[in-house]
Each structure stands twice: as C-alpha cells, then as structure tokens.
C-alpha cells in the first residue's frame, strides 16, 4: 500500500491533479524516487511577489528593479520606470513572445508548401486542393487556369510575404478573415498589423529600456502584436489543411492507457504537423519490423498540441496534456518521444536517464544536452521518420520491468472539428444557410452562446481542473463548447468528448440542440459534448466560427454571444491568443492571475476599458465556476441585448445597433 502522505510532491491525489490517470503515474514516480514538474512547483515556493504582480523589470541591466507603487523611493526604477510601464512591458513582451512562437510555427509550414510546390519535398503531397483554392481566392490570388503547384508556390509565397513585407497595408490573413467592423476597429485604433516579424520588433523596441513609457500606448502595441499573432495562427491552420488535410469527425482514445505494453510505444510531442504526420505514415508501414523485435506493431501516440494535430487529421491516440508530459515517460513503456518545438519541459531528458526511453529532438532550436538530435529536413522526412521508428523498435528490448506501470485509464473521444466540419453539421439541419442553425438556435434561447475553452495547463491550480469545471459549467448552462489544445485534451481524456457526457452533463437546451444535429446528420449517439477543434494554432477556427455568426445576425463581434476561456493559461502563447480574443471582442476568461496585479491601471485596462474599445475584455478569476458564471453574465448579456435590437430593427426596419 502505497503513502499517499509521503509519494506525492502535494499533500494528497487531490491537490495534483483531477486527472485519475496522473495521481496514479504520481504514485509510480514517488515510489521511484523519480521527479516531476509537481516536485519542482513546491520546490519553488514562495514565488517571487515582485514577479508574480510584474513590478521586477529586468529590461536592462541596472536592473532588476523591483517596485512598491506607493513606497517613495521604491516608486520607480533606476530610469524612473513606474508600476505601469513596467508591468504594461512586461505582459505584452510576453505577448511578442507567443506570437513569435505562433507564427514561426506557420512559417515553418509555409516553407514546406513552398517546397512541396517546387517539388523539393517528395514525401508531401497537397492533401485538400479544395483549401489550397479557398484560400487563394480569399487572399486575393486569381485562381483561374492554374495547375495546384503553381496555385499552392503562390500561396505559399503570399503567405511568408506576410512575414516580412515593409509595405503599410494591414495583413490579408487578418482582413481577409475578420468582419467589416473589426476592420475599421483595428485601422482606427492603429492596431491592424502589416506584417508578423516587424510587429514583434517593434514590440520589442516600443518597451525597450527609455522607449514608451504610456501604458496605454504599450498595450495597444500589444494588442497589434497579439493581432500578428491571430495571422500567423491562421496561415499555420490554413497552411496545415491544404498540406495534411481539413479535419473531419474522428474517433480516438485519449489518455495515458493509450500506451500499450505490447507495442513499441513513440509518443509526438509539440506542436508541428510537418515531421509527426511522416512518423504516423512510418509507423503504419513498420509494424513488421516492430513484430520481428517481438510487439505486436507500433503504436502512436501524441502529447500536447502535435498530439492534437495527428488526432484531427489520423485519429491519433492523445497521451496526455502538457503538465503530465513527464508521466508519459514514468509508465516505463514509452520506448521513442520525438519533440519538435514548444512546451517541451527540459526535464525529459533527466527523466529519460533513468529510463530505457530515447529523446529525439529534431528542431535546430530545440536541443536538449544528452538527448538525441535527429536534424529534420523536408527533403528527407520520411526517411527522418523512419530512423526514428527504428530506434524505438531498438529501445523496445531494453525495458525495464521495474520501471513499467501500465495505466488502466482512457476515454473514448471523437475530434475533429474544423470550422468546414461543424459548417458540415449544420448543413444537414439547413442547408441553404447552415450557420443560422447556430444563431437561430441563440436567438431562440434555446443556447446562451457559444465559447472557445483554450489554453494550458498550470502547476499553480489542479491539473485539469479547471478546464473540467468550466466545461461543466457551461454546458449545463446550454453554451455549445468549442476546444483547443490542452483544454481539448483534458476534455477528450475525462470523457468529455463523447456523447455519454452530452446525456450526463448538457443542459436541456443544449442537449436538444445537439440531438438535433446528431439526428440530421445520423450521428445518434456520436457527437461530443465538447467539441476539439485542434490544437493551439486552430483557436483560429473559432475565430472564423464566430465571424461568420456575426455576419449572419449582421452585427460586428462584440455583440455576439461568444466568449473565450483559458482556465490554466501558462505560456507566452497563452497570453498572446488571450489578448487577441479580446481585441477580436470576446469577453476572455483567464482561470490563473497574469502579472498585472502590480499596477491598477493595467488591471483596469485589460478588465474594462479594454471592453469600451474594443467590445472585448479579460475576466480574470480563479475559482473555475465563478469563472464560467462571470463569463455566462457577459453571455446572457448580449443574448439578451441581440435580441432586443433585433425586434426594434425589425419592427422599425432599421440596421441591428451597433453599440455594445
Ligand atoms: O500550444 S495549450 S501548454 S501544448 S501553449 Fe502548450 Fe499551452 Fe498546451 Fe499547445 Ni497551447
Ligand atoms: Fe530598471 Fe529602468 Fe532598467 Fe527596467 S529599464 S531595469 S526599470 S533601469
């Protein structure tokens, strides 16, 4: 019998992680004496109170220099830097950060286009043609006559202008892409970016040291930032589907017992599709080689957001999220983690010592001292991929039977859904007019509204319990609940992402609604209660959900009930999509306190004066349920308002207001 008390780095399961699969892993680690990401957070306590309200500014090296607003002489900085510009800085260079992450993610995908239209990258092909032309014909490029490889050089070539250009139009993938009234919006706030990387310069030279010192100024800029952010996600999922396909409805597994003892267990981590779709095609083409060192085959499965991408598109097991990447590897079975870039804890190599497990990095960014580094190319990708496989299939005899702990735990879930696939959906039910299926059923009060639950994981709350709270919360409160990235794979592990959730969790409203659909389209029993839209990037496609409803009801988005939540927000990433989300007019639920408490003024312009600007503002709680319920008034708010100035305009056929 296991100590509860002695195995586990917090006091008791509980306090961990909601997740049963994790507490159990916990208990194997301890019992190894092995660490985790759990340890290292108590570890580190307390935590920095100057860095924890963002008042330690470290911009230049007279620094750091730690603020107490209202102590003279403790007032300011060395430069005489006060708590708004400092705190103001800081949150939008994290806000560069992400975006940085984002874009040079899409970046990366966009070269791959441009080499598989060059026919300088033989293993991909264009998987969605339809896309590449959409896409095309979006942003503006004559798509008449033109064989695919000239139309996708063309995109391609369109989409890494995007990065670069010096010119001073905004970006198309954000005109292109958002309302007539975000548009105006953002050129009137001077906030429409003109392209990705000179957005994150100037970033970056706005809150050097001597540079702005306005809050509000700073914030705008970060609001321009997170915008570049917003384009460089949606090349990244536009660029993602032409390349390896528009997601459809899928069924998988999800959770740590998609480790299978008898199999040569590679588990994909990070975020990109480019090298993780070549090991799923490999490793369906090697299980002979895996029989041959005695398993039944390979098996795959995906951590984090590289995870999401291969369960959208192949129906790839999910392992686990991002805070319990580590327990994949304490099951003892994981015989090949292969990383690419983002959320990659450093610590897998130290915990890989201890196991038989090979780390392969593969990014020339990404390199972790003592793991192996496997150069990724293109040109090369499915031999790459390969040579991976093959040194799992080697690590699989070196087993460690102390080490194993198979896990019992996983869930049915079914993904899968691109805006294209939900659009699908309400097609059976109208299909003259498939997006009025959705606002109908808002305006008829039969929904509240719909919200897009993203983000991370965060050692400062339970593991997984916030996302499983705020999802709860809202559908028993009829929202129609959208996820990406780790939420969506904390929804999929607990279950949420099937239809047994639906019976036992959606409100009366909501589960009509969704029996609706699943009628329409002989889908009894088949859809989910949260439905997984993708990974981080594909927060894009609930962009695009939303801006489509707002063209419908003819309104702009701040009036239309749809909302955003990050219960466990951690990443720089994190910080970016959030600041976007407002600025795109969605009241944006924050479940972890940012570093903004140092200065009222920030507070109070991400709180509410962002909301008389832009429609959208942050709700920052950490209690779960208050959190849904703070974003459910806002909700319920527009609902009702939507409705009102809808029969007015009705009635005295006018224009919907556009006041929010
Ligand atoms: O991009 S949700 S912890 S895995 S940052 Fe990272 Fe956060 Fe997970 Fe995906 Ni997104
Ligand atoms: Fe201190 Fe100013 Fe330098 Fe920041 S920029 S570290 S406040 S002197």
Same mark, same amino acid.
């Given at each position: 019998?296991?100590?509860?008390?002695?195995?586990h &780095?917090?006091?008791?399961?509980? *306090?961990?992680s909601?997740?049963?699969a994790v507490?159990?892993m916990?208990?194997?680690?301890?019992?190894?004496e092995?660490t985790?990401?759990w340890?290292?957070?108590?570890a580190?306590?307390p935590?920095?109170?100057?860095?924890?309200?963002?008042?330690?500014?470290?911009?230049c090296?007279?620094?750091p220099?730690?603020?107490?607003?209202?102590k003279?002489?403790?007032?300011?900085?060395?430069?005489?830097?006060?708590?708004y510009?400092?705190?103001?800085?800081?949150?939008?260079r994290?806000?560069a950060?992400?975006?940085?992450?984002h874009?040079?993610?899409?970046?990366?995908?966009?070269?791959t286009?441009?080499?598989v239209?060059?026919?300088?990258?033989?293993?991909?092909?264009?998987?969605?043609?339809?896309?590449?032309?959409?896409?095309?014909q979006?942003?503006g490029?004559?798509?008449?006559?033109?064989?695919?490889?000239?139309?996708a050089?063309?995109?391609?070539?369109?989409?890494?202008?995007?990065?670069g250009k010096?010119?001073? *139009?905004?970006?198309?993938?954000?005109?292109t892409?958002?309302t007539?009234g975000?548009?105006?919006?953002?050129?009137?706030?001077?906030?429409?970016? +003109?392209?990705?990387?000179?957005?994150?310069?100037?970033?970056?030279?706005?809150?050097?040291?001597?540079?702005?010192?306005?809050?509000?100024n700073?914030?705008?800029?970060g609001?321009?930032?997170?915008l570049?952010?917003?384009?460089?996600?949606?090349?990244?999922?536009?660029?993602?589907d032409?390349l390896?396909?528009?997601?459809?409805?899928?069924k998988?597994?999800a959770?740590? %017992?998609?480790?299978?003892?008898?199999?040569v267990?590679?588990?994909?981590?990070?975020?990109?599709?480019t090298?993780?779709?070549?090991?799923?095609?490999?490793?369906?083409?090697?299980?002979?080689?895996?029989?041959k060192?005695?398993?039944?085959?390979?098996?795959?499965?995906g951590i984090?957001?590289?995870?999401?991408e291969?369960?959208?598109? *192949?129906?790839?097991?999910l &392992?686990?999220?991002?805070?319990?990447?580590?327990?994949?590897?304490?099951?003892?079975l994981?015989?090949?983690?292969v990383?690419?870039?983002?959320?990659?804890?450093p610590?897998?190599r130290?915990?890989t010592?201890c196991y038989?497990t090979?780390?392969?990095?593969?990014s020339?960014?990404?390199k972790?001292?003592?793991?192996?580094?496997?150069p990724f190319?293109?040109?090369?990708?499915?031999?790459d991929?390969r040579?991976m496989?093959?040194?799992?299939?080697?690590?699989?005899?070196q087993?460690?039977?102390?080490?194993?702990?198979?896990?019992?735990?996983?869930?049915?879930?079914?993904?899968?859904?691109s805006?294209?696939?939900?659009?699908?959906? @309400?097609?059976?039910v109208?299909p003259?007019?498939?997006?009025?299926?959705?606002?109908?059923?808002i305006?008829s009060?039969?929904?509240?509204?719909?919200t897009?639950?993203?983000?991370?994981?965060?050692?400062? %709350?339970?593991?997984?319990?916030?996302?499983?709270?705020?999802?709860k919360?809202?559908?028993?409160?009829?929202i129609?609940?959208l996820?990406t990235?780790?939420?969506?794979?904390?929804?999929?592990k607990?279950?949420?992402?099937n239809?047994?959730?639906?019976?036992?969790?959606?409100?009366?409203?909501?589960?009509? @609604?969704? +029996?609706?659909?699943a009628?329409?389209?002989?889908?009894e029993?088949?859809?989910?209660l949260?439905?997984?839209?993708?990974?981080?990037?594909d927060? +894009?496609r609930a962009?695009?959900?939303?801006t489509?409803?707002a063209?419908?009801l003819?309104?702009d988005?701040p009036?239309?009930? @749809?909302?955003?939540?990050?219960?466990?927000?951690?990443h720089?990433?994190?910080?970016?999509?959030?600041?976007?989300?407002?600025?795109?007019?969605?009241?944006?639920?924050?479940?972890?306190?940012?570093?903004?408490e140092?200065?009222?003024?920030?507070?109070?312009?991400? +709180?509410?004066i962002a909301?008389?600007?832009?429609?959208?503002?942050f709700?920052f709680?950490t209690?779960?349920?208050?959190?849904?319920?703070?974003?459910l008034?806002?909700?319920?708010?527009?609902?009702?308002?939507?409705?009102?100035?809808?029969? &007015?305009?009705e009635k005295?056929?006018?224009?919907?207001?556009?006041?929010?």
């Amino acid at each position: 019998m296991v100590d509860e008390k002695k195995v586990h &780095a917090l006091d008791s399961c509980a *306090e961990c992680s909601a997740d049963p699969a994790v507490c159990d892993m916990l208990g194997h680690a301890a019992e190894l004496e092995v660490t985790t990401a759990w340890d290292r957070y108590k570890a580190q306590q307390p935590q920095c109170r100057f860095g924890l309200q963002g008042v330690c500014c470290r911009i230049c090296i007279q620094g750091p220099c730690r603020i107490i607003p209202n102590k003279p002489g403790a007032d300011a900085g060395i430069c005489g830097a006060k708590d708004y510009t400092i705190v103001a800085r800081n949150v939008v260079r994290y806000v560069a950060g992400g975006a940085s992450c984002h874009s040079d993610h899409a970046r990366h995908v966009a070269h791959t286009l441009l080499e598989v239209a060059e026919g300088k990258a033989p293993d991909y092909k264009i998987a969605d043609p339809d896309k590449l032309r959409q896409v095309a014909q979006r942003i503006g490029i004559d798509v008449a006559g033109k064989e695919e490889n000239e139309l996708a050089k063309e995109v391609a070539l369109a989409a890494l202008n995007e990065f670069g250009k010096q010119t001073d *139009e905004p970006c198309k993938w954000l005109e292109t892409t958002v309302t007539d009234g975000r548009n105006q919006k953002f050129l009137h706030c001077n906030v429409a970016p +003109t392209s990705i990387d000179r957005a994150v310069v100037e970033m970056l030279h706005q809150t050097a040291m001597g540079m702005d010192a306005d809050p509000v100024n700073i914030i705008f800029g970060g609001i321009k930032t997170a915008l570049a952010d917003y384009v460089g996600m949606h090349i990244g999922t536009d660029l993602s589907d032409i390349l390896f396909g528009t997601p459809e409805p899928v069924k998988s597994e999800a959770n740590l %017992g998609t480790i299978k003892e008898d199999y040569v267990n590679i588990a994909i981590h990070g975020h990109e599709p480019t090298l993780s779709s070549m090991v799923v095609q490999a490793a369906r083409e090697m299980d002979d080689a895996a029989k041959k060192a005695g398993a039944k085959g390979v098996n795959v499965v995906g951590i984090c957001c590289t995870g999401n991408e291969m369960l959208m598109r *192949e129906g790839v097991y999910l &392992a686990t999220n991002s805070a319990a990447q580590e327990l994949a590897v304490v099951t003892g079975l994981l015989d090949a983690m292969v990383v690419d870039i983002q959320c990659i804890m450093p610590s897998l190599r130290q915990l890989t010592e201890c196991y038989h497990t090979r780390l392969i990095t593969t990014s020339k960014i990404v390199k972790i001292p003592g793991a192996t580094h496997v150069p990724f190319r293109e040109a090369t990708a499915m031999a790459d991929a390969r040579n991976m496989i093959e040194m799992a299939i080697a690590a699989y005899g070196q087993r460690d039977a102390a080490m194993v702990k198979p896990s019992q735990y996983k869930a049915k879930a079914i993904a899968g859904f691109s805006t294209e696939a939900l659009i699908n959906l @309400f097609k059976a039910v109208n299909p003259k007019n498939p997006i009025s299926v959705l606002t109908d059923a808002i305006l008829s009060g039969e929904l509240r509204g719909v919200t897009v639950m993203a983000g991370c994981n965060n050692q400062k %709350g339970v593991h997984d319990e916030g996302h499983l709270a705020v999802a709860k919360e809202l559908a028993a409160n009829d929202i129609l609940i959208l996820a990406t990235g780790c939420s969506a794979i904390s929804s999929a592990k607990h279950g949420l992402a099937n239809w047994d959730a639906v019976e036992q969790y959606a409100g009366e409203g909501l589960l009509k @609604f969704l +029996t609706r659909l699943a009628e329409a389209n002989e889908l009894e029993g088949e859809l989910p209660l949260v439905f997984h839209i993708g990974s981080c990037v594909d927060n +894009t496609r609930a962009a695009d959900l939303c801006t489509l409803m707002a063209k419908e009801l003819d309104v702009d988005v701040p009036k239309v009930p @749809f909302g955003a939540s990050a219960p466990e927000a951690m990443h720089e990433k994190a910080v970016s999509i959030g600041t976007g989300c407002v600025a795109m007019g969605m009241p944006t639920h924050v479940g972890v306190m940012p570093h903004i408490e140092g200065s009222q003024l920030v507070y109070g312009i991400a +709180t509410q004066i962002a909301r008389d600007v832009y429609g959208g503002h942050f709700i920052f709680e950490t209690d779960p349920v208050k959190g849904a319920q703070k974003l459910l008034e806002k909700l319920d708010d527009r609902a009702w308002k939507l409705r009102v100035h809808k029969s &007015a305009a009705e009635k005295y056929g006018t224009d919907v207001a556009s006041s929010w």
